[in-house]
């Protein structure tokens, strides 16, 4: 029965490229509310190869948007429980799952090199910048998450070079400290991005800085799957699209 489930992509993109997708090495930093879908999206689409990085577990706050939070993963890591979801849907697939922050520290551990593709949906600001810096160094490709948080309008997700992202708070933000610190990355890369930006309107007042596995988090934005999920989806078309050889290079 398993030779059925990805008959419809097959038929869409043909069997040379579906060799290629199976064949692909994706690594994905962050689970949460972009990566879990893009790592659904790649899974479903016939990628077997994909390694998932992510240092938090699955809270109540994340019903609203993770793909595999629910009521009965609350409390378990994220990158397993996305992992054990992935492998009900291809059995045969290779799925590592790491329980770890991608840091300065951390990362000559994950050997990029050894990827094809590199998933940037890291929230950290000081993590990403340096996820950039080291990922563009290799011969991978690396698309990257822009912020998905303050937005409703799924029609204003669209799709960038880096340095030409704007009205996005997080690439405002990311392209200042590297020019601060006089490190830029060493090619260009596309990123998916949405310039609206909308208020809290429910936040209490009186919140003070969040602590996660990565560290404190200043702010915490409200944020919506619908918009999530379409970053994380777009995240993995773009994987797709490069194999054919159809992703507009930087």
Request: proline content about 5%.
């Amino acid at each position: 029965m398993d030779e059925l489930y990805f008959e419809r992509t097959k038929r869409l993109l043909g069997d040379e490229m579906m060799e290629k997708i199976a064949a692909a090495r994706v690594i994905i930093f962050g689970v949460g509310g972009v990566g879990s879908w893009c790592a659904e999206g790649l899974v479903r689409t016939g990628f077997t190869h994909l390694t998932l990085v992510d240092a938090d577990n699955v809270d109540p706050t994340n019903v609203n948007r993770q793909l595999m939070a629910t009521s009965k993963t609350i409390g378990r890591p994220k990158a397993e429980t996305l992992r054990e979801r992935l492998m009900e849907i291809n059995p045969k697939a290779d799925i590592t799952a790491i329980k770890a922050v991608y840091n300065a520290d951390s990362s000559a551990s994950f050997a990029l090199d050894s990827y094809d593709y590199i998933i940037d949906a890291i929230d950290s600001l000081k993590d990403k910048v340096t996820l950039m810096l080291e990922a563009t160094k290799t011969g991978a490709t690396l698309f990257s998450s822009m912020g998905a948080a303050c937005k409703t309008d799924p029609t204003k997700v669209r799709v960038a070079e880096f340095w030409d992202v704007r009205g996005c708070p997080l690439g405002f933000a990311l392209r200042k400290k590297m020019r601060h610190n006089g490190t830029l990355p060493s090619k260009k890369f596309l990123c998916v991005y949405d310039d609206e930006v909308l208020p809290n309107l429910g936040a209490p007042k009186d919140e003070g800085p969040v602590e996660t596995p990565a560290g404190k988090k200043a702010a915490v934005n409200g944020t919506t799957a619908p918009i999530t999920a379409i970053f994380g989806m777009t995240l993995s078309g773009l994987v797709v699209r490069d194999l054919q050889g159809l992703c507009r290079r930087p």
